[in-house]
């Protein structure tokens, strides 16, 4: 049997990646995504999404991706629900392996393996996502009308999600292990000036409690060690995000902060191009401002038409 060799190889799974298979798919190429065992991006951990257009009564992010997937299926796309492992970019066709063995050759490639949600990795997180424990104020503050959050974090991202809350929730606990923010003097203007936000310094917090829902948080100052609890009806973890680019390292190539670089330049043919020919990026992985999934989605398919238009003229 012959070894089948795709023209298109996408690694990730959520908007970005998604959308990137849509096109490719429907564009006549052939078309498969390494999505990852855990595989969806961090919209399967929100709830009501009611900002991406088309649901003018919000869908569950859950939901999005599913059909999201199964519109890329519907045009073909081979969907593999393992993680990619081990990449040789060093050869023609390119090499990708699942970590159960199975080898994928493909003449594209696109990454879309989005960003990692930085967590507390505290007792209670992981089992209260979902049911008070979020990531984006923006997807789920309306849940919070009238009722008691905490934000955990002291940089930018910490400052957006807690003004975002005050238009919603009655009363908003910005909890920072530190006695100053990171955050640009703009952001935290707007923070001091809000008499909805309670400044909680010093602390970090040790344990999310509650049976089916968030209830409490275990606080502890670090001066002086002093146990808190307080009482809330969610929180949201603002520590940061990590492009999720650690299997390209040494690889392709990425800023400082691990944002893979694309040709992006006046100059260029293929904008979403990496520095290697023929290997694309989308998505949250390549963006370190907007974080959406709308502008993932846009993206994907910026790489998508790049790709067949690469496919069509020089491969």
């Avoid at 012959?2 to 908007?15: A, F, M, R, T």
């Avoid at 009501?48 to 919000?58: A, I, K, Q, W």
């Avoid at 569950?60 to 997937?69: C, K, N």
């Amino acid at each position: 049997m012959e070894e089948k060799i795709y023209d298109v190889l996408i690694i990730g799974s959520g908007p970005s990646a998604l959308t990137s298979a849509i096109y490719t798919s429907r564009g006549g190429a052939s078309t498969i995504c390494i999505g990852g065992e855990n595989w969806g991006g961090q919209l399967m951990l929100t709830t009501l999404v009611e900002n991406f257009p088309g649901f003018p009564d919000g869908i569950q992010g859950p939901d999005l991706m599913q059909a999201m997937r199964k519109q890329a299926e519907r045009f073909g796309t081979d969907f593999i629900q393992k993680n990619a492992s081990k990449l040789n970019f060093k050869v023609k066709p390119y090499e990708v392996e699942d970590n159960s063995g199975v080898l994928y050759k493909a003449k594209t490639i696109i990454i879309s393996t989005g960003a990692l949600t930085l967590w507390l990795n505290v007792p209670g997180e992981r089992e209260l996502i979902g049911r008070g424990v979020a990531t984006c104020a923006p997807c789920d503050a309306p849940f919070y009308k009238e009722k008691v959050v905490a934000v955990v974090g002291g940089g930018d991202s910490a400052m957006e999600e807690a003004n975002v809350l005050t238009k919603y929730a009655s009363k908003v606990y910005l909890i920072h292990r530190r006695n100053e923010f990171r955050a640009s003097k703009i952001m935290q203007d707007k923070i001091f000036s809000n008499n909805k936000v309670e400044i909680i310094w010093n602390t970090e917090v040790k344990k999310i409690k509650g049976e089916n829902k968030v209830e409490s948080l275990l606080l502890i100052n670090n001066l002086n060690n002093k146990p808190r609890e307080l009482m809330v009806d969610g929180v949201f973890v603002a520590i940061g995000h990590k492009p999720d680019s650690d299997i390209f390292k040494d690889i392709i190539d990425m800023n400082e902060k691990g944002y893979i670089k694309t040709t992006n330049d006046t100059q260029a043919k293929y904008k979403t191009m990496t520095n290697i020919k023929g290997v694309f990026v989308s998505g949250d992985v390549v963006d370190p401002k907007y974080k959406q999934a709308i502008t993932a989605a846009g993206m994907g398919c910026m790489a998508a038409l790049d790709v067949l238009e690469y496919l069509e003229n020089e491969s």
